[in-house]
């Protein structure tokens, strides 16, 4: 069975302080690994997608990379905008996606 | 506006009537599929859709349905809904073509059943 496992549950930073949010996939035919962001109340939006071990995407202050067994979402100088639940999902065998429980980041000012 | 469209956004209703909660895509999307979102057991798949007419299961499936008539719409029908139907409700859209399969999803519909 896939399994997608996210770490910590929460994640409380200063404005500043940089961190990095955690990923593990037990997928069989793992085709593409996705991280996405959630704010309350909204559906989540698409932030990257990885295909293969060692590739690396950035986008502002995140940035994403992906090894065999895991995939790490690294936030560098957060802003308390950048507070929300990132969710990573591993698309495995045609079509099937399964998510993480998400990570609920809070940046206080 | 590239979108996904769910209909309705908030939905209270009584154990045992039947509903359906519609979803369009303006971007011709070739998969689309469903979630729904409970506190404590993140976002899990009831059913996606390769293509028209082309429809599968996907880990929760029990107690919907859906149909891909049309290539942008792919509703969810609840034939007999019970309280434990009660969640957040997504439906997502993303293309086959080239390398990004991320999915757009919908608002969301929050459905009670009481």
């Known amino acids: 069975e896939d399994q997608v496992t996210q770490s910590p549950e929460a994640l409380r930073l200063q404005e500043g302080e940089s961190s990095s949010l955690n990923c593990s996939y037990t997928v069989s035919g793992l085709r593409g690994l996705f991280w996405y962001r959630q704010d309350p109340g909204k559906g989540p939006e698409f932030l990257f997608t990885l295909y293969s071990a060692g590739e690396e995407k950035e986008k502002e202050r995140l940035k994403a990379t992906l090894t065999k067994k895991e995939s790490f979402l690294h936030i560098t100088a957060p802003k308390p905008e950048d507070s929300a639940t990132y969710l990573c999902?591993?698309?495995?065998?045609?079509?099937?996606?399964?998510f993480g429980d998400g990570t609920t980041l809070t940046v206080k000012p | 506006e590239a979108q996904v469209t769910q209909n309705p956004r908030y939905l209270i209703t009584v154990t045992g009537k039947k509903l359906t909660v519609t979803c369009s895509q303006n971007?011709?999307?070739?998969?689309m599929s469903w979630y729904r979102q409970d506190p404590g057991l993140g976002l899990r798949q009831i059913y996606y859709s390769m293509n028209v007419e082309v429809t599968d299961k996907g880990d929760v499936p029990e107690g919907y349905k859906v149909s891909r008539k049309e290539k942008r719409n792919f509703p969810l029908i609840l034939e007999s809904p019970s309280p434990n139907q009660t969640s957040l409700y997504f439906c997502a859209s993303s293309s086959r073509q080239g390398g990004n399969y991320g999915y757009t999803f919908g608002s969301g519909t929050r459905l009670t059943v009481v």
């Open positions: 999902a591993a698309w495995g065998e045609a079509g099937k996606s399964t």
């Open positions: 971007m011709n999307h070739e998969y």
